[in-house]
Every structure is written in C-alpha cells, then in structure tokens.
C-alpha cells in the first residue's frame, strides 16, 4: 500500500465487533456515535502506518519515562511498561454529569457511614445493614472505635469502578477506599496523547485533567491536625518492590513531597518525626500507600517492617493525619458494597445516582444455593481482595477451578460474593495494526478534603485480550486515555 493511502479504508474496521456489547464507538447502524465522528474521519485521513508510528512513539515514551508496574505471579520477570491503547476513549458532558453527581453522593454517603459505624453506629441499631457483616468484614478495625478524623473524611482519596452494560448504563462494580492506584497511568496517558494526537484533542474540546498533584496535596493539608498552619506532607510507600512504586514516586515529585518509607520515620511522644539530613522534622500528614495491617507493628502485624511504631498512638491521639483513615476497607468490602444503596437512602435520603451490580451474599442459604448451582454463569469475588485476585469468572473457567471455589464458599461462606457475568462496553482499540473492539471499565478518582474534587474522566482499563472482561493490568489489562467533552458532542 502507497505510504499516502488512507488507512481507515474499510479494512481498518475489518475485525471491529463489540458482538452483543454496548458499543461506545458505533451505533447499531455500524455508523460512528455522534461524539467518536470527527476522531474516525481524522483516522481515515492518516497515512498508511501512521497509527503504528504513533503507537511506537507513545510506547517509547512510557518506556523513557519509567512508567512500569509489576506482575507478582509472573515468571519471566516482573517489572513491565504499562500497556498503552493509542485510541481515546470518549465521554460526552452529559454522560460524565451523570458519572460525577453519582460519585459525589457515593462518596458523601460513604463518609458518613464509616464516622457512624465506628461511633454510634445508628445505621447497624436501625438494621439497614446487619451488624455482623461489619465486624466480620476483614477489613474492620476495632481499633478506630471512637476514633475522630479531621472533617470527619476517612476516605480522601477514591478509586471507584464503573462498568458500562448492555443498556449503556453506568454501575458501580466496586469501591476502592483503602489505597486506590492508577492515577499517575491517567496522568501519564493524557501528557502522552497530547503528543500523539495534539491536532485531535485541540479540536474535540477535552475537558482538562486537574492539575492533580496540586489538588492532591490541597486536599491532604485540608486534612492536617489543626495545630498544623503550614503542614508537612509525606507520602509513605512500602517501597521500590512495591507493585505501585512508580505511581508513589510520581505522586511525590508531583506534590514536591518527600517519598518516605516506615524506617525514614519515628514516633516519640505521640508525634510523627522524618528522619532527614538537618534532624528530625515534624511530619503533620501522610498520605499512605501501605495497607492497614503493616502500618504500625505495635498495633497491626508484629512482623511488619513497612510501617513506623508508634504510628497509630500518635494517629489516635490527632497530632497526625493519615490518608486514607485506618478501617476504611470496611466500606469497600464487596460484601458491604451490596448495602451502599439502602446506606445512601439511609443518610441522604436520595436514590443512588449510579446503580449497584446485583449481588448474590454467600451467608444467605438461597443465594449460596443458587450460586453453587450456576458457577459456570456467574462471577465469585472474595470480598477483601482487589486487582482480579481470588476471582472466579464462571463462564470462562475450568470444572478443576470451579470446584475449588465450590469448597472454598462452602468452608467460608462470608468471604465470597457472587455477581452476574457483566457484559461490559466496549470500545476500539489500536491492536497488532487493526482497530478492534475490546472491553473497557472506568476508574475515576475522587478526592475529598474540605471539598470534593474529580478529574473529569479517570483511568479507562482495557481488556486486552480478544473477549477478555478481566482489566487489571496484572492480569493482562492496559489503559487508554480518557475524553470528557466540554459539551454533549463534539
């Protein structure tokens, strides 16, 4: 083929098939979506092997810059360039309204469940959500019982879940409270694709990103004890094998925070002090990027050696903010989420914006029963694991792995939720020279300080392989960027 000659003959759309998926990009007609009109006539116009070229350069760039993440389970090497589609994926304003009012009241409701569970706890008193689903979560802390946080925001930064379904209707899939990653892949794939496609995302009108780490670092200082005027802001990692590690880097050197690990801090006298070449200086917050159970070994696990004795007296005590709150994983057990609903009804007296999945609880008889029997249909999630671990998707698993999670529901009921097999949207995707439909969630991140804050978008994760649902980037998943148009259309 000529090096002039367009590219998006019609053989570019040749292997593009969503099946019976909502299809982002073409409607039934097999005609481009109103707001996705002017990217397929601006890939029609390129040259033959433009979008390769392109597709080497982003990847180059993502490679210069370090931006990795790391496989625990592979053998051939861990440490990996996060996978990058080259193709936007696009939201109109009035899709991402919707998606922002619904975050903004999840979140609100949230908050005020974790104040009220670990204090009076109303909600459990009035049995809207059964009290002994939540001390029996995993991720529970006894601990936090009376307990005050600044503004009362436990959860100050969160990664939400939404999935796309056949009706193209946004629903939760989960909630991520505890230390929700991928926000520098979101970064990183915007500053990527304005080199990439600058003409294009001058034109589509692309609501812009915050500047993030500002926003990021605004929130956390709303956040500091209030003997805090000028507060010191540490982000605390577990450390360079750490599977976010780079995320936590460029976190920090976004905020022009220190990046400290546990034994970079001390305890005495309930404060919190960084360990640095002129002595010891007060520490106020510290936005953490360690699990609850290593933060602090005098009172979580004894073995750890990630965290800073002493950490949780003087967190306590309130001369140090940690973010996010100790115990917020109780929020985002997949257990608990089956309740946020009735907990939005509960404090806002609203319906939720954005829907759940339905959710089969494994404690229920009926709907154990009915799970065992159907194991090839449904999806079985352990309820305090994240990033597509200790996961059963029954459609594509084995007799050999289904009769593991039959036993494993069976011997521990509580730890198990089941859900249909979502049919997620799909979207296209620049693949091995072809434009191919694969399917896509969204992960926009919230932050809550004195207000509430959200990037117009989020991280789009990609299932990567042909008729994959799983997204995770340790699973196979990459990204893509993501466009919310300042109007309905482009």
């Not at 003087?314 to 140090?320: E, L, Q, S």
């Amino acid at each position: 083929m000529p090096a002039t000659s367009p590219v998006a003959t019609p053989d570019l759309l040749e292997h593009y098939d969503a099946g019976p998926a909502f299809d982002e990009f073409l409607g039934k007609d097999r005609q481009p979506r109103d707001h996705y009109l002017a990217l397929y006539q601006h890939l029609r116009s390129l040259p033959a092997n433009e979008l390769n070229r392109r597709q080497s350069a982003a990847d180059l760039s993502f490679l210069n810059q370090g931006i990795t993440f790391t496989v625990y389970s592979n053998d051939q090497g861990t440490e990996r360039i996060f996978p990058y589609d080259l193709l936007p994926r696009i939201l109109t304003g009035e899709e991402w309204s919707t998606i922002d009012r619904g975050l903004r009241q999840r979140m609100a409701a949230l908050n005020l469940f974790l104040y009220d569970i670990y204090h009076e706890g109303r909600i459990l008193q009035d049995k809207v959500v059964p009290l002994d689903l939540v001390y029996s979560a995993p991720h529970y802390r006894r601990e936090m019982r009376d307990v005050d946080v600044p503004r009362g925001v436990y959860v100050a930064v969160d990664g939400t879940d939404l999935v796309r379904v056949d009706n193209g209707r946004f629903l939760v899939l989960e909630d991520n409270l505890r230390v929700p990653s991928g926000v520098s892949y979101m970064l990183a794939n915007r500053q990527v694709m304005k080199r990439v496609f600058p003409g294009q995302f001058s034109h589509y009108g692309v609501q812009p990103i915050l500047n993030y780490g500002q926003a990021l670092l605004n929130t956390l200082a709303s956040l500091a004890p209030q003997h805090a005027d000028n507060p010191i802001i540490v982000l605390l990692t577990p450390g360079v094998f750490n599977s976010a590690y780079f995320e936590h880097t460029f976190l920090a050197r976004q905020m022009g925070i220190p990046l400290v690990e546990g034994r970079d801090l001390l305890v005495h006298d309930n404060y919190v002090y960084m360990r640095t070449t002129a002595g010891l200086q007060r520490v106020d917050v510290v936005y953490r990027r360690v699990d609850d159970d290593f933060l602090d070994p005098l009172t979580f696990r004894r073995d750890s050696i990630l965290g800073v004795p002493g950490l949780f007296n003087a967190y306590r005590a309130g001369n140090v903010t940690l973010a996010n709150a100790v115990g917020t994983g109780v929020a985002d057990d997949k257990a608990v989420y089956a309740y946020v609903p009735a907990i939005i009804r509960y404090y806002l007296d609203e319906d939720a914006i954005l829907d759940n999945v339905e959710t089969f609880l494994l404690t229920d008889d009926k709907a154990r029963q009915h799970v065992l029997a159907n194991l090839d249909k449904l999806v079985v999630k352990a309820v305090g694991e994240s990033g597509g671990y200790d996961m059963l998707i029954g459609p594509h698993s084995t007799s050999e792995q289904r009769e593991q999670f039959r036993e494993r529901i069976v011997a521990n009921p509580r730890n198990y939720i089941a859900q249909p097999t979502l049919n997620l949207s799909c979207a296209p995707c620049f693949i091995d020279g072809q434009i191919e439909a694969r399917h896509i969630d969204l992960r926009p991140f919230v932050l809550t300080g004195r207000e509430i804050t959200i990037a117009p978008g989020g991280l789009t994760r990609v299932a990567l392989r042909r008729g994959s649902l799983v997204v995770n980037s340790s699973q196979g998943g990459g990204s893509k960027d993501t466009w919310v148009l300042t109007g309905e259309e482009a």
